[in-house]
């Protein structure tokens, strides 16, 4: 028997966008990953998302689609990011609306963002949850601890003061930081609680 040879790959991410309110955070992690050569983007985006994203910020959803790696039709449950056998390290839903919680903590995959969302828990990969709501109601709380209690990491897009920001980037920045740090992915502009700035 041949010695099989074992193929090199990429980190890959797949990145979610739900229509919650932080649609910049999610395009601010898809411009850093693109300019790390290490990692690999998969972006899948509801029909919430790109409202959101033509709302909110100054890009069209072309420019955002621009800066994945594969960008996954939501409607397509049958895609590659749908399968256990897709090899990826880990998933970040951002921003994640309350529908889209109450989706993976019922199990309710009836798209391919929620799909995806169930096959990282259920392969035990890192599944990171941006939430976005307030205020929260008995509803949305008990989704988070069902998800947590499921593997997944709830990271709420909250500011931090102690860092004295000076401007909404600075502000997104540090919470885009806080996201990827929990991939271990350093980036500039984060500053840590008792770092020197």
């Not at 689609?65 to 449950?77: G, P, Q, W």
């Not at 989706?103 to 976005?132: C, F, H, M, Q």
């Not at 008995?138 to 988070?144: S, T, V």
Request: glycine fraction near 8%; hydrophobic fraction near 40%.
């Amino acid at each position: 028997m041949e010695n099989l040879i074992n193929k090199k790959y990429k980190k890959r991410l797949v990145i979610g966008m739900s229509g919650a309110s932080g649609a910049i955070l999610g395009i601010e992690i898809l411009k850093i990953l693109k300019e790390n050569p290490e990692y690999e983007s998969h972006l899948v985006i509801t029909k919430g998302a790109e409202e959101t994203i033509l709302l909110e910020t100054e890009y069209k959803i072309d420019q955002v689609k621009e800066l994945a790696d594969k960008v996954y039709d939501i409607k397509n449950i049958g895609d590659s990011i749908a399968s256990g056998t897709f090899r990826a390290d880990g998933m970040i839903i951002v921003p994640c609306s309350m529908k889209t919680l109450a989706g993976i903590a019922s199990g309710y995959s009836d798209n391919l963002l929620l799909r995806a969302a169930d096959v990282t828990l259920k392969e035990r990969r890192r599944l990171v949850v941006v939430a976005r709501e307030t205020p929260l109601s008995i509803i949305h709380l008990k989704n988070m601890i069902s998800i947590t209690e499921a593997g997944a990491i709830i990271v709420p897009p909250m500011m931090s003061y102690y860092n004295k920001p000076l401007s909404l980037e600075d502000v997104n920045r540090h919470i885009v930081g806080k996201i990827l740090d929990k991939f271990e992915i350093n980036i500039n502009g984060f500053n840590r609680w008792g770092d020197k700035t």
